[in-house]
Structures are given as structure tokens and as C-alpha cells.
């Protein structure tokens, strides 16, 4: 199956630095990804609809000056946490659409803990 | 954000039992979509859903699209150990302004050997 790979897998930052999380897709082109954010023990709430060549789409009450997403290629998409604090420590997700279905899959998540 | 309502929360059972969730949503979706989710790995598709009425299996897994496009449900017949895990629900409209995926808010899965 279509196979999405995220980078890095964990990451600890000091507080006020930032951190780029890369999502690729391997098989397959996407021009929309998806960053969703995992608090323990809950669901995953949808940050953003990363588009490639325009700008991304945030979801409401997602912070765009401090999740910065860049899709540069049909396979890359990265969210860049700016000036980390504790707060932003979360678990989080990238996702690609399958082509010419309603389907996702979903990269291996990045652990990240601001100290 | 938008959630969709999943039952139950948790269950704790046999190994060998059969296991059933549902999803429901108070808007209708043209995808239904059921994940696994281990602990600290991204969800893992099972079974995906494109009709409503359409009843699909995976092995031991079964699910169904509600007819009302409000719904779905996943069975699990004779559970294993390595079933355990959280399962979520995601429904979405493909082809629609965006094919954004709204998730469940999960079940937790615990099989006891």
C-alpha cells in the first residue's frame, strides 16, 4: 500500500527554538497533506491542510504564525513549530491522500518535548 | 475542532470474543474510514468505505457503511491479543472542497489472553 514517512520520529527542543517535522510521501504524489496534532489518550484534531504551490489552510484556533507548513514538492510537506515552549509538546501526525480515493495514510508520528 | 461521537470508549475482554464499535456523526459523509493506533505510532488503515449500505471486510475484521451516511460500525470476530490497541472511526467527503478527514474520538481495545 501507499506508504507516507514522517521525520523525526521523536525530538526534544529547548524552549524558544524551533523544529521542522518532514512528511513524505514514498509511492505516490500529494498534492494535499494533512498535520493533525495527538494529545495522550484522545483523538486527533486536524491542524492543517497543507497544499502544495499555495498556501495552507488552518483549522480554527491553530496558531498559523506559530505551525509554519511548507509544501515545496509533490512528495514533501514540513511544519515547522516556531519559538517552541512546553505547551507545544504533542505528539504529531502528517497524512496523504490516497490518489483517487477518500482514503488516508497516515506517516509514523513525531514525538516532540519542549523543555 | 469537529469530532465524531464513538462508543464505546473502552473495552476490556477475552481473548476469543467478538468486539463491536460504532461512529456516528450528525453530518452525512460520502467515506468512511476505520484506523488502528498502536502506542506511538500513526494510525494504520483497516477497512475502508465508499457506499453507503456497503459491508466490507479485512480477515477478521468487518464493517459497515450506515445507510443514513451518518454511521458506520466495525466488528472484530475472535479477538487476539494483538488486536489491542485504539481504534478510530474518520469520516470524509471525497471530492468534495477538501478531503480533510474527521476522526472519532477512539475505543480503546484491551484483550486479555
Known amino acids: 500500500g501507499a506508504v507516507v514517512s514522517q521525520h523525526p520520529s521523536r525530538v526534544i527542543c529547548k524552549s524558544g527554538t524551533s523544529v521542522k517535522i518532514e512528511c513524505r510521501s514514498l509511492d505516490f504524489q500529494a498534492t494535499t497533506m494533512f498535520w493533525y496534532r495527538q494529545f495522550p489518550k484522545q483523538s486527533l484534531m486536524l491542524m492543517a491542510t497543507?497544499?502544495?504551490?499555495?498556501?495552507?489552510?488552518?483549522e480554527q484556533g491553530v496558531e498559523k504564525d506559530k505551525f509554519l507548513i511548507n509544501h515545496a514538492s509533490l512528495t514533501l510537506s514540513t511544519l515547522t513549530v516556531t519559538s517552541a515552549h512546553p505547551e507545544d509538546s504533542s505528539f504529531y501526525i502528517c497524512s496523504a491522500p490516497v490518489p483517487g480515493q477518500g482514503a488516508a495514510f497516515f506517516g509514523q508520528g513525531t514525538r516532540l518535548t519542549v523543555v | 475542532g469537529q469530532q465524531l461521537n464513538q462508543s464505546p470508549q473502552s473495552m476490556f475482554i477475552q481473548e476469543g470474543e467478538d468486539v463491536s464499535m460504532n461512529c456516528t456523526s450528525s453530518?452525512?459523509?460520502?467515506?468512511w474510514l476505520w484506523y488502528k493506533q498502536d502506542p506511538g505510532e500513526g494510525p494504520v488503515l483497516l477497512i475502508a468505505l465508499y457506499k453507503a449500505g456497503e459491508l466490507t471486510s479485512n480477515g477478521r475484521l468487518t464493517a459497515q457503511f450506515g445507510i443514513t451516511r451518518k454511521d458506520s460500525f466495525l466488528n472484530i470476530s475472535a479477538s487476539i491479543p494483538s488486536d489491542v490497541g485504539i481504534y478510530f472511526c474518520a469520516g470524509s467527503n471525497y471530492g468534495g472542497a477538501t478531503n480533510k478527514l474527521i476522526f472519532g474520538t477512539g475505543t480503546l481495545l484491551a484483550v486479555q489472553p
Open positions: 497543507s497544499n502544495e504551490g499555495s498556501k495552507a489552510t488552518y
Open positions: 453530518s452525512i459523509f460520502n467515506t
